[in-house]
């Protein structure tokens, strides 16, 4: 069935080769004046693409490749700003495009990405779960190993400044990061004893779906570890939340010129619990608050680039990251080795259980030095798990252009 572009390609292609005739063919420079000066056509598309022949994408998957989804311009609330847009870790030559992104969705899907055809991305970062795996530690490809970090979630992982990845910070960027799970000898298996990424490659060239999905994204059916990491890199950076119940709220009193831009301002529809929840949140300990969003800065609840590590044991030298806050309500484990299994352990680490080390951050620290105690209440403590569920986004693990396009 022809795709409107296929028709539209269709249509210019013979008429070029017919107007350019007339000046007799190719010139020295290989360029066709003729063409540009009489086509009577919409302007091309940013990079042309010869058309892609769509059998295997439509065979394997839901993708309509007349009709991409939108990931280059997702419609963002307004406090989305440019304060927001100064977290961005997109490098220069990564910049979004529904196609690369679309190819980038196939990929996290793909089972095939594994050595024996049963992990994805998507086995250990589920929608459902705001990308995060509901187990403690994962399973890998062979059913029977297991990872020794929790997964993370990935919403707004886009807004964490550094950019550099994994709990401890070991991947330099997301691009970086995206393909050492296709390697990871326990997560999907192409190590070096199955063959190496070439092998993966391999694979994938044989497939009927992915030479015209990477022409379609690139222009042509070469298929390297470089583009699958721009794939990757971009689909995971179309994970965006901002609709959770505090962001409806927020929306609502968001004002760029307000005190601390309206953070610590009553929230709409917030029940007196959440709000109470809100405002520890949002207030440094030294005000009576709890400190939180020093680190988890809102709106995007993503770590802040200063952060060092949050004590979970005494003389850590490792300084960790945090994914954004964003869904964490959905997760069933936390922290990096999934030590905690509720948020109520979660805020009784921060209020009574912080231990010293070389890495603890000195926002978690008195005055003095020593590890904070907060000293909360029973009602506060309550309050701040109410205020996490708020983060709780529901269009980001509902979105069907973040969902699994495979029929097969
Ligand atoms: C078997 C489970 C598993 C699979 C499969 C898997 N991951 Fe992960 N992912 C993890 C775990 C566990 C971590 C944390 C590891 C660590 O920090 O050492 C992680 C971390 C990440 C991070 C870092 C997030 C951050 O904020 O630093 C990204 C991005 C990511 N994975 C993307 C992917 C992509 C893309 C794929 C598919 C190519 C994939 N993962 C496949 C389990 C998995
Ligand atoms: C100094 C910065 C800092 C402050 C302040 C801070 N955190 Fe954290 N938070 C972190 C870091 C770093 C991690 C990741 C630690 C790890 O896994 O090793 C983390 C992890 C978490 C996690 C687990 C995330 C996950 O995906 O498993 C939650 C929930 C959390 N913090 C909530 C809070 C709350 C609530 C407060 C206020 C009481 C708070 N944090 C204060 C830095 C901070």
Same mark, same amino acid.
């Given at each position: 069935?022809?795709?409107?572009? #296929? /028709?539209?390609?269709g249509?210019? !292609?013979?008429?070029?080769?017919?107007?350019?005739?007339?000046?007799?063919?190719?010139?020295?420079?290989?360029?066709?004046?003729a @063409?540009?000066v009489?086509?009577? &056509?919409?302007?091309? =598309?940013?990079?042309?693409?010869?058309?892609?022949?769509?059998?295997?994408i439509?065979?394997?998957?839901?993708?309509?490749?007349?009709?991409?989804?939108n990931?280059?311009?997702? @419609?963002?609330?307004?406090?989305?700003d440019?304060?927001?847009?100064?977290?961005d870790n997109? =490098?220069?030559?990564n910049?979004?495009?529904d196609?690369?992104?679309?190819l980038?969705? #196939?990929?996290?899907?793909?089972?095939?990405?594994?050595?024996?055809?049963?992990?994805?991305?998507?086995?250990?970062?589920?929608?459902?779960?705001?990308?995060?795996?509901?187990?403690?530690?994962?399973?890998? !490809?062979?059913?029977?190993?297991f990872?020794?970090?929790?997964?993370?979630?990935?919403?707004?992982?886009? !807004?964490?400044?550094?950019?550099?990845?994994?709990?401890?910070?070991?991947?330099?960027?997301?691009?970086?990061?995206?393909s050492? =799970?296709? /390697?990871?000898?326990? *997560? $999907?298996?192409?190590?070096?004893?199955?063959?190496g990424?070439s092998?993966?490659? /391999?694979? $994938?060239?044989?497939?009927?779906?992915?030479?015209?999905?990477?022409?379609?994204?690139f222009?042509?059916?070469?298929?390297?570890?470089?583009?699958?990491?721009?794939?990757?890199?971009?689909?995971?950076?179309? $994970?965006?939340?901002s609709?959770?119940?505090?962001? &409806?709220?927020?929306?609502? @009193?968001?004002?760029?010129?307000? =005190?601390?831009?309206?953070?610590?301002?009553?929230?709409?529809?917030?029940?007196?619990?959440?709000?109470?929840?809100?405002?520890?949140?949002? &207030?440094?300990?030294?005000?009576?608050?709890?400190?939180?969003?020093?680190?988890?800065?809102?709106?995007?609840?993503a770590l802040?680039a200063?952060?060092?590590?949050?004590?979970l044991?005494?003389?850590?030298?490792?300084? !960790?990251?945090?994914?954004?806050?964003?869904?964490?309500?959905l997760?069933?484990?936390? $922290?990096?080795d999934?030590?905690?299994?509720?948020? *109520?352990?979660?805020? *009784?680490?921060?209020?009574s259980?912080?231990?010293?080390?070389?890495? %603890?951050?000195?926002r978690?620290?008195?005055?003095?030095?020593?590890?904070?105690?907060?000293?909360?209440?029973?009602?506060?403590?309550?309050?701040?798990?109410?205020?996490?569920?708020t %983060?709780?986004?529901?269009?980001l &693990?509902?979105d069907?252009?973040?969902?699994?396009?495979?029929?097969?």
């Open positions: 069935m022809p795709k409107i572009k #296929v /028709t539209t390609f249509l210019i !292609f013979p008429l070029s080769v017919v107007l350019s005739g007339c000046g007799g063919d190719t010139t020295s420079n290989g360029a066709a004046p @063409v540009t009489v086509a009577p &056509t919409p302007s091309p =598309p940013p990079t042309p693409t010869p058309p892609p022949t769509i059998s295997g439509v065979d394997f998957t839901t993708i309509d490749v007349s009709r991409l989804d990931y280059a311009n997702p @419609v963002l609330p307004a406090y989305y440019g304060t927001v847009a100064a977290l997109t =490098p220069n030559n910049a979004i495009s196609r690369v992104a679309t980038g969705r #196939v990929l996290f899907y793909d089972k095939r990405l594994s050595v024996n055809d049963t992990t994805s991305c998507s086995s250990c970062h589920q929608q459902a779960s705001g990308f995060d795996d509901p187990q403690r530690f994962s399973t890998g !490809f062979s059913g029977t190993a990872t020794s970090a929790h997964a993370m979630r990935l919403g707004n992982i886009k !807004f964490y400044r550094p950019g550099t990845m994994f709990w401890d910070k070991r991947a330099a960027s997301l691009e970086l990061q995206v050492q =799970p296709i /390697t990871h000898p326990i *997560e $999907m298996g192409f190590d070096s004893t199955h063959g990424i092998a993966l490659l /391999t694979k $994938m060239a044989a497939s009927t779906y992915y030479p015209d999905l990477f022409t379609l994204a222009g042509n059916a070469a298929i390297t570890e470089a583009r699958i990491q721009q794939a990757l890199g971009q689909f995971t950076r179309s $994970m965006i939340s609709a959770s119940r505090w962001d &409806t709220a927020y929306a609502q @009193v968001f004002s760029a010129t307000g =005190p601390n831009r309206n953070l610590n301002v009553s929230l709409p529809g917030f029940t007196a619990s959440e709000d109470l929840g809100r405002q520890l949140f949002m &207030t440094g300990p030294g005000q009576g608050g709890a400190g939180c969003a020093a680190c988890h800065q809102p709106p995007t609840f802040a200063n952060s060092l590590s949050n004590g044991d005494a003389n850590e030298t490792i300084i !960790f990251k945090s994914p954004s806050l964003k869904n964490v309500g997760s069933r484990a936390f $922290m990096h999934g030590r905690f299994s509720t948020l *109520e352990q979660v805020i *009784e680490h921060y209020n259980g912080i231990q010293n080390g070389p890495a %603890l951050d000195n978690l620290k008195t005055p003095g030095g020593a590890p904070q105690r907060l000293n909360l209440s029973v009602a506060e403590k309550t309050a701040l798990v109410a205020f996490l569920l %983060l709780t986004d529901n269009n &693990t509902n069907a252009k973040l969902s699994n396009p495979f029929k097969k």
